[in-house]
């Protein structure tokens, strides 16, 4: 019998858990590694957006994928690492990782968390938990946040864990390892609204993007004014905020954004009958096998509004007045909301270029990873939104398809 195979799957998102998994079903070890403290990514911070009925949004995947990964024995986890260089040995790879500090021990942490409850600095961002209740720690703490030494305290949450598995003094560490194969899931940024400057975003309290009205519907349930509190009646929401946008020279469509700003605004509406959502946008995609069905339902639900807003501008209790072209009126309307929703498109991320060299891998014009063919990097996959736009049911099939690539050049496959 040959030795087992070994891969390191970078990014522990949709596509990367899934690559993992693929791989140890069929025996192959897996050491999955993520810059952040949870695994999930982006997706495992979405929203379910069922209604009286399943509206398709493929969340709940991410939920199964996260159980699976978790339990399965082949594959060894690693947060708060990135992959820091690679050199080719004999058709392998050695890899050196950096791990952060991680300042709470998951083979001692039983996630109860007293250490949340006693820390001072919640509020800045001290201690936080992962979006999953599948996150094991459940908790990360950050010290540079800590309010105890400053206030010349000890530290609480290291005293108050009962099972000693925090340690505020930990270091971290470099690895250096042998691998058959790597691949490269490493996900996608969301567009920064700060870059457009006609948005003004930090000026308004009721402006979010669409990422954080995710975030606040998983984690309480509903939505409330940031501002001061009540539920937004007027809710806006714009499409297409970084993409399709020539001045940034993002000539793309993220494809995503037009299925989840609908999905949320049928979920806010259904939840809150008198809740009044209005769409913005360019033009709608396409998404899902019932579209025109799920296109009929919104249009009785919510105002389609095929205008971009030129402008916003502050108006009285909190509002935003945000003003466009109406296309049948042929004017300039200004309409006030309580909220205003920005639908973020999905941006490459940063360091592509840097990975990109080390693993002899090409980008597009956007700074997206160019699907390899089988002979441009031997033993190098790449998968998910790494290489461009797509969605969760999209991004499970296609990093499906790279850990075959994978299984064939490990000769596994069966």
């Given at each position: 019998?040959?030795?087992?195979?070994?891969?390191?799957?970078?990014?522990?998102?949709?596509?990367?858990?899934?690559?993992?998994?693929?791989?140890?079903?069929?025996?192959?070890?897996?050491?999955?590694?993520?810059?952040?403290?949870?695994?999930?990514?982006?997706?495992?911070?979405?929203?379910?957006?069922?209604?009286?009925?399943?509206?398709?949004?493929?969340?709940?995947?991410?939920?199964?994928?996260?159980?699976?990964?978790?339990?399965?024995?082949?594959?060894?986890?690693?947060?708060?690492?990135?992959?820091?260089?690679?050199?080719?040995?004999?058709?392998?790879?050695?890899?050196?990782?950096?791990?952060?500090?991680?300042?709470?021990?998951?083979?001692?942490?039983?996630?109860?968390?007293?250490?949340?409850?006693?820390?001072?600095?919640?509020?800045?961002?001290?201690?936080?938990?992962?979006?999953?209740?599948?996150?094991?720690?459940?908790?990360?703490?950050?010290?540079?946040?800590?309010?105890?030494?400053?206030?010349d305290q000890a530290r609480r949450c290291q005293g108050a864990c009962p099972e000693g598995a925090i340690d505020l003094d930990r270091q971290g560490a470099e690895l250096t390892l042998g691998v058959d194969g790597i691949v490269l899931a490493t996900g996608y940024v969301p567009f920064d609204p700060r870059e457009?400057?006609?948005?003004?975003?930090?000026?308004?309290?009721?402006?979010?993007t669409a990422l954080e009205l995710e975030r606040r519907l998983r984690e309480q349930g509903g939505v409330l004014r940031p501002a001061d509190g009540p539920p937004p009646q007027d809710i806006a929401f714009v499409q297409c905020v970084g993409s399709r946008d020539l001045s940034l020279k993002h000539n793309f469509?993220?494809?995503?954004?037009?299925?989840?700003?609908?999905?949320?605004?049928?979920?806010?509406?259904?939840?809150?009958?008198?809740?009044?959502?209005?769409?913005?946008?360019?033009?709608?995609?396409?998404?899902?096998?019932?579209?025109?069905?799920?296109?009929?339902?919104?249009?009785?639900?919510?105002?389609?509004?095929?205008?971009?807003?030129?402008?916003?501008?502050?108006?009285?209790?909190?509002?935003?007045?945000?003003?466009?072209?109406?296309?049948?009126?042929?004017?300039?309307?200004?309409?006030?909301?309580?909220?205003?929703?920005?639908?973020?498109?999905?941006?490459?991320?940063?360091?592509?270029?840097?990975?990109?060299?080390?693993?002899?891998?090409?980008?597009?014009?956007?700074?997206?990873?160019?699907?390899?063919?089988?002979?441009?990097?031997?033993?190098?996959?790449?998968?998910?939104?790494?290489?461009?736009?797509?969605?969760?049911?999209?991004?499970?099939?296609?990093?499906?398809?790279?850990?075959?690539?994978?299984?064939?050049?490990?000769?596994?496959?069966?």
């Amino acid at each position: 019998m040959g030795k087992t195979k070994k891969v390191l799957v970078v990014g522990g998102g949709i596509a990367g858990m899934t690559t993992a998994w693929e791989l140890s079903k069929l025996k192959v070890d897996v050491l999955l590694i993520d810059q952040g403290p949870f695994l999930g990514g982006h997706a495992a911070q979405l929203a379910c957006k069922a209604t009286d009925r399943c509206l398709k949004c493929n969340n709940c995947l991410v939920e199964q994928r996260l159980r699976e990964v978790s339990r399965a024995p082949g594959i060894d986890l690693s947060l708060q690492t990135r992959l820091s260089s690679v050199a080719r040995q004999h058709g392998r790879f050695q890899v050196t990782l950096h791990q952060a500090p991680r300042y709470i021990d998951p083979d001692q942490c039983t996630n109860c968390g007293i250490c949340y409850e006693k820390c001072l600095g919640v509020a800045e961002g001290a201690i936080r938990h992962g979006p999953s209740s599948q996150n094991h720690p459940f908790y990360v703490i950050h010290p540079e946040q800590c309010l105890c030494d400053s206030l010349d305290q000890a530290r609480r949450c290291q005293g108050a864990c009962p099972e000693g598995a925090i340690d505020l003094d930990r270091q971290g560490a470099e690895l250096t390892l042998g691998v058959d194969g790597i691949v490269l899931a490493t996900g996608y940024v969301p567009f920064d609204p700060r870059e457009k400057a006609h948005l003004n975003f930090d000026a308004y309290p009721n402006m979010i993007t669409a990422l954080e009205l995710e975030r606040r519907l998983r984690e309480q349930g509903g939505v409330l004014r940031p501002a001061d509190g009540p539920p937004p009646q007027d809710i806006a929401f714009v499409q297409c905020v970084g993409s399709r946008d020539l001045s940034l020279k993002h000539n793309f469509c993220s494809r995503v954004c037009c299925g989840y700003a609908l999905r949320l605004g049928l979920k806010l509406s259904h939840a809150r009958p008198e809740t009044r959502v209005a769409v913005f946008y360019m033009d709608l995609q396409n998404f899902g096998k019932d579209f025109e069905r799920f296109r009929r339902e919104v249009n009785g639900r919510i105002r389609l509004i095929r205008s971009m807003p030129g402008d916003y501008f502050p108006a009285s209790q909190d509002q935003i007045a945000v003003r466009y072209f109406d296309l049948e009126q042929r004017t300039v309307i200004s309409e006030n909301f309580d909220l205003v929703v920005l639908s973020v498109g999905i941006m490459p991320r940063p360091e592509n270029q840097a990975l990109g060299q080390m693993l002899g891998l090409k980008l597009n014009e956007h700074g997206f990873y160019v699907p390899e063919e089988e002979d441009d990097s031997p033993g190098v996959v790449v998968a998910g939104t790494a290489t461009g736009p797509m969605d969760i049911a999209e991004s499970i099939t296609q990093a499906a398809q790279a850990a075959a690539r994978m299984a064939r050049h490990l000769g596994v496959w069966p």
